[in-house]
């Protein structure tokens, strides 16, 4: 690969934001006709290098060379102009306009402001074609599934003659076969001469589909190696900078009384009569697909959504749970799914992520003792090992992870008794992702009940002591971790395992 | 760099409003001499100490990412209804002022009640209350204004202590209350909270439907204030007073860094920002540009703080 030109060379790009420095002095390469994955934990500068690409932002300093020529990209549109194109993991298109508008959006073909749509439709078509994608360019893109939309903008991107297309974390939100398609069109660009950046938490997927693979990390360039020379762990622990501990943690505990039982629980929508016992020292995961119902179980027990028939038992007691608050008072907390949407307040410095629900111990007639708050915000800073500059930081400069590990953060101030963690590692990479796996095993060592609900089968498996698997609604089986496998959970998953079968749980 | 991890150039931008403020000052003293004079500067001041104080509740609103326009209808309102009560209705000017107090949190509350019960967007709520409470004001005074207040009332809003009025001291008393409130009290935070993500707020336990009534609250309390002491400086009570004067009210915040967003700003600004409005109107007048002019680079002001808050916004 050293003998041809390089498509694309990057050379010493750095970019600092405001009091942090994303990018030091970055190489990246790629050569014609390549997949080259780029790799590195959250924070660790891939989104801004993309930027840079593309030209959303601009590097403080750093050569970009394209096709042998040193170029200059001060707006998307260079970029563009230049061959580069970039799919974002959140899909640009518009919704209600059709496959064939979308794709040639500002560019559409005709005479004095007339469009000739048969030449639109025809031109997009045949693009679809080229990818052998399935889709009916006259369609609006808001009925096409997310991977027939995914389609859908890389034949924009061939649309625009791209040489390179950059794509961040595209199969995120594809399930296995939408990921086996999507591959098979990245290949057949590959052999059409397209160079692919491919963009991935997922290293199997890295490893499947990349030739070379290029590790970041906090910002600076780690290495490029062919991918058939390496192997997942050297990955990781390039990612990571350390040998990387258990990312699962052995389970010591001892599941002490019930915490939390439910009979028949339905919240009128979703969930369909949820029977489930929790105890105390004990972690349940609760497995199943999107749409299974397990967001309104959280959602249900925490009160968010009215349970219209069934009960809730907390320590032996029937409650009734009508709130957030009701729910924080008999000490459940919950960690959302959605950890920018629900978790944390991006406005706000670490210290106040941290104490916001536990101002009874912290205010005295409203005032806030800020000696008082500060050590708290502290002890738990230590205790989960937030990495942050300072306590008054704004959470928004923090990774994913650390953000995740400040909203547990914050419950663990409350002391509750039961924690329910609604996908719990989305989004987070390897190296914290392990730190919360164990921090969830100590919390329930130390008796805490907790109630997991995750769409990684690995973490199910490995961080629960039981197993529960929802299916529309209901719960379609029951595992102790021993006996739990993937092909199990995903029979009972998909509804093909009925609760008849399972195992006799004491 | 300090504990907040700013850089200079992120400093440069946080204290923008302060350099904004120092540039206008230099242009004016520089176009007229009678800018930088001690008695025009506590002119300015004191023009500027009421708008202030009601930007100050203003501030509360914006932080929830609300706005309220119907301020400067409830200044009028109030304003009369402290005259009217103190001299029509012979309460006395203790009374009445304490009434008044009254009536701009009820009249809060009302938008409040609107905003978080009756699910009204914040800008039409109080759009319709703007309408209403400078109707009720004509109502209330036949249209004429009402005079007779008596020297404790006028004293308010002339009257000096140590040498400095005694609106730019009410003012400076709301702003370090304001301020200590919005940094050092658990409603201080639970506001910045409710405007920075009202979902995670509720799901904190915390009831951002009672904070959002509280802001409204508090900006009635506050805009009656304003035209209390607006009341007393003229010595009567005007039923067209502080006409559009919410938008000097909304503009002071912004232009001191309130976010329209939500969730960022705080007081520092809005009074600096009140003060940038306050010595444009000053220096704009000693240098004899006709007050028509003078809404339009008021409106041109405004459209440009926006700017910069949008443009901050889509940088993050």
Request: hydrophobic share 45%; glycine share 12%.
């Amino acid at each position: 690969m050293s003998d041809t030109t390089p498509l694309l060379q990057m050379a010493k790009i750095t970019k600092t934001y405001p009091g942090v420095k994303a990018l030091k002095a970055v190489d990246f390469e790629v050569a014609p006709g390549e997949i080259h994955a780029l790799v590195g934990e959250n924070g660790a500068g891939k989104s801004t290098l993309m930027k840079v690409l593309t030209g959303s932002q601009l590097s403080d300093s750093g050569q970009i060379t394209w096709k042998g020529q040193p170029v200059s990209i001060k707006n998307p549109g260079d970029a563009q102009t230049l061959g580069i194109s970039m799919i974002h993991q959140e899909l640009s298109l518009i919704p209600h306009l059709t496959v064939g508008q979308n794709i040639f959006l500002g560019r559409e073909f005709g005479d004095a402001g007339f469009v000739n749509w048969k030449t639109v439709y025809s031109q997009a078509q045949a693009l679809l074609n080229r990818l052998k994608v399935t889709v009916d360019a006259r369609t609006e893109v808001r009925f096409l599934s997310i991977a027939q939309q995914q389609m859908v903008e890389v034949a924009k991107a061939l649309s625009l003659n791209a040489d390179l297309i950059a794509m961040d974390e595209p199969t995120s939100s594809l399930t296995d076969v939408e990921t086996e398609v999507l591959f098979r069109v990245m290949r057949s660009l590959k052999e059409a001469g397209v160079s692919l950046i491919f963009i991935s938490h997922r290293l199997e997927e890295v490893f499947e589909i990349s030739d070379r693979i290029t590790t970041l990390r906090d910002g600076a360039f780690v290495g490029t190696k062919k991918t058939a020379n390496l192997t997942e762990a050297e990955v990781v622990n390039m990612m990571v900078g350390r040998e990387l501990g258990e990312l699962y943690p052995a389970s010591n505990r001892t599941r002490q009384g019930v915490i939390l039982q439910t009979a028949n629980l339905q919240d009128g929508k979703e969930l369909k009569g949820i029977d489930l016992t929790l105890h105390k020292g004990e972690i349940l995961g609760v497995a199943g697909l999107v749409g299974a119902g397990r967001t309104a179980l959280a959602e249900t027990v925490f009160g968010i959504r009215r349970a219209t028939t069934g009960e809730i038992r907390v320590d032996g007691k029937l409650t009734r749970i009508s709130s957030p608050g009701k729910a924080i008072k008999l000490g459940i907390g919950l960690v959302p799914e959605d950890r920018k949407l629900q978790g944390v307040f991006l406005n706000l410095a670490v210290k106040d992520n941290i104490y916001i629900s536990a101002m009874n111990q912290i205010t005295l007639w409203g005032f806030i003792n800020l000696r008082k708050a500060r050590e708290l915000a502290q002890r738990f800073v230590d205790r989960l090992g937030v990495r942050t500059p300072s306590l008054g930081q704004r959470i928004r400069n923090l990774s994913g992870g650390n953000q995740q590990k400040v909203v547990i953060a914050r419950w663990l101030t409350l002391n509750p008794r039961l924690l329910i963690l609604d996908e719990p590692t989305r989004g987070i990479d390897i190296g914290a992702k392990a730190e919360i796996h164990n921090l969830m095993s100590d919390l329930a060592a130390q008796g805490m009940g907790v109630l997991m609900i995750s769409s990684e089968l690995p973490e199910i498996l490995n961080v629960s002591d039981r197993i529960l698997v929802m299916h529309e609604g209901r719960v379609t089986a029951e595992f102790r971790r021993d006996e739990a496998t993937q092909d199990k959970i995903m029979m009972a998953a998909t509804g093909g395992l009925n609760r008849g079968e399972k195992s006799n749980e004491q | 760099m300090n504990s907040n991890g700013l850089s200079p150039l992120a400093l440069l931008s946080r204290f923008s409003v302060v350099f904004i403020l120092l540039g206008i000052g230099i242009i004016f003293a520089l176009g007229s001499e009678d800018f930088l004079v001690s008695n025009n500067l506590l002119n300015i001041a004191l023009q500027t100490s009421i708008i202030a104080i009601v930007a100050i509740g203003m501030t509360f609103t914006i932080l929830t990412a609300g706005i309220d326009l119907s301020v400067g209808s409830v200044m009028a309102l109030c304003g009369a209804l402290a005259a009217g009560l103190a001299v029509k209705s012979g309460l006395g000017t203790f009374a009445g002022i304490s009434l008044a107090l009254l009536a701009g949190m009820v009249i809060g509350a009302v938008n409040g009640l609107l905003i978080v019960r009756g699910g009204m967007p914040p800008f039409v709520a109080t759009l319709a209350m703007m309408a209403v409470a400078r109707g009720l004001t004509l109502v209330y005074t036949d249209g004429r204004p009402i005079a007779g207040i008596d020297e404790a009332f006028i004293w308010l809003g002339n009257g000096k202590i140590l040498g400095i009025p005694a609106p730019i001291i009410i003012m400076i008393a709301i702003a370090v209350i304001a301020a200590v409130v919005l940094r050092y009290t658990r409603f201080g935070v639970y506001v910045y909270a409710t405007g920075g993500n009202e979902e995670t707020t509720r799901l904190a336990g915390i009831s951002p439907q009672l904070i959002k009534l509280s802001v409204y609250i508090i900006s009635g309390f506050t805009a009656a204030l304003g035209g209390i002491l607006l009341t007393a400086r003229l010595w009567s009570a005007q039923p067209n007073a502080a006409t559009g004067w919410e938008l000097d009210a909304i503009a002071a915040p912004v232009l001191g860094g309130t976010s329209l967003f939500g969730g960022v700003g705080g007081i520092g600004g809005t009074v600096a920002g009140a003060f940038i409005i306050g010595i444009l109107s000053n220096g704009l007048n000693l240098m004899g540009i006709s007050s028509y002019y003078q809404q339009v680079i008021k409106g041109v002001v405004f459209i440009l703080a926006v700017v910069l808050d949008l443009f901050t916004k889509r940088k993050k």
